[in-house]
Structures are given as C-alpha cells and as structure tokens.
C-alpha cells in the first residue's frame, strides 16, 4: 500500500471510531474531495452539517464554512483541519460596519452572504449564498430596498434579477474579481466551441460574457446534464476534479489559470488525520453571537 493510501486508511478508520463526517467545499484539492463523505457548494454543505447524526464534523474548507456549521451544531464538535484556511472577503466587513450601515439604513433588511464572520451574521436580517441570492432578495416581497453584504459583484448579479434597489458594500472575492473580461475573451478565443460558466463572484462585464452563471453545485449540474462536450470554467480550478472525474468523455478548460484560492488549499490529508487525532482546532462561536447569526442562517435555509 502507497503511504497515501495508509494515511487514507488511517483516516477512514479514525472517522468510524469518532463518529465522525468529513464534508468538503468543491473547491479542496481533488484528494480531499475524493476522500469526504460528501461534497457540495456552500448552501448545499450548510444544510448536510444541519442534518448530520455525526458527533464531530470535519470540515475541509474555509472558516467561515465550519463556522456555519458550528453556528447550526452547537453540540458537534467541528473540526477545520487546518486552521489558517481564511477568506479575505468574509474579513472584508466587520460587525461594526454592519452596525454603521444599520444606522445609515434604518428598516433596511440586510442580506449577508455566508462569507462571512457569525460576528456580521449576527447583525444581518438574513443570510444568502450564491445559489440562492436571487430567492432570498425575491423573498422580501413587501420591501422595495436591501443592502446587501460583503460582495459588490454578488450583489450587482443579484440587481439584475430584481426591481427592488440593491444597495451593497464593496468586499469582493480576490480569485473571482482578478478575471477580466479580456482575459475571458482571449480563453474563448482559444476555445471558441465551449460554453463559458462563471461564478456570480465575478465581475459584471465578465457575466455579460458566461453563457451560464450559477454556483460552484450549479456548474456540476449544468456540465453534467449538457448535451454540449466542451466547457469553459470561470471560476476555482479545484472545480475541474470532479467534473473531469465525473464526464471522461468532455473537455474542461479553466478559463485562467491564476484562480487558485490558496485557502481552499491548505487542507491535506495529513492535515485531517491530526485533527481526528487530537480533535482540533475546534471552531466554536461565542452563545450570544451563535444565537443571532442562527436566525440568519436559519431564515435563510427555510427559504
Ligand atoms: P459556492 O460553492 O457556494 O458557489 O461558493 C463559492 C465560494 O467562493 C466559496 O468560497
Ligand atoms: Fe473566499 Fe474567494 Fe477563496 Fe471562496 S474562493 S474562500 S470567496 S477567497
């Protein structure tokens, strides 16, 4: 047996004796995803961690994903195996802007997308990801202004959707918002018989170019189900292992090669042996802030 094999066998074995699930954001390195119990976007992950039976949950992403997790499991023990996995635009926003922006909009319902601390979730009206953004603007019928926070291009994708006005804050997702529409134009150039996918992380005139905009789930879907054989991908390269995996006969082509999340890196397989060995580092989020960020979370999930 490879020594990559041993640690997965090791791994494997301390999930059971833990009683323990392994989720993975589908952006992990291709090994991690194949290693997880199950994979999803941010949503779809958001409602597996609500209804797992599992005592300890192993989170492979980013923090704030585990922290929703913890924010939903406050009796699970949620493991991030590897604790410097940040993202820079949840840190793009604090509970204090949100305070600020309360006080500037007042009776203004604030839509605040997962990525985020559970400290500016606990001050948000409600939560959203990318999959289901343009639900959750819709859902505030009697409302005809939102502010939504902390992604200026989820929240521009979102106001092409809507007649309500959108106010929103300017955070944005540095892997989505360093594609340019030049660079799009040049990968389609260079593959002009693909349909270019992009995330509602990217900028609006790089949208005005994707045949389809949907979240990282969405795309999976969307490759999956297509008739068509070749298929630009705007958005995380770690996207690319399981739609090669899944669809041998079609050809995907990552739209640049410089959307790496090197957050979404961090994690390896030895990584999360240690943290079933030693069940840390544990996310765990303060009662009164859980609580709050909870109704966000929750409002959204019935959504
Ligand atoms: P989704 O998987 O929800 O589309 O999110 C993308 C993302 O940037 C997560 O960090
Ligand atoms: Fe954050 Fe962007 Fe990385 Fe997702 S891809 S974790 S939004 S920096």
Redesign the pocket.
Known sequence: MTPKNLLIQEILALEKERNAIILA?N?QPGIIQDLADLTGDSLELSRKAQETDADVIVFC??H??AETAAILNPEKIVLLPNPA??????DMITAQDVLRIRREFPGVPIITYV?SSAEVKAESTVCCTSANVNRVVASFSEQNTLYLIP?QNLAQYAARHTDKTLHYWKGY????HGLTASMVEKAKAAHPESIFLAHP?CRPEVLDLADIVTSTSGMLRYVRDSAHSAFLIG??IGILHPMRRDNPHKAFYAVSDRMV????KRTSLEDVLRSLQTLTPQVRVAEDIRVRALQAVERMLSI
Do not use: I, L, R, S
Request: with cysteine.
């Open positions: 954001h952006y992403g980013v704030f994903m996995a940040g993202c820079p635009m949840a990525n992604d997702c540095p892997v989505h992380e958005t995380e999340c090197p957050d979404m």
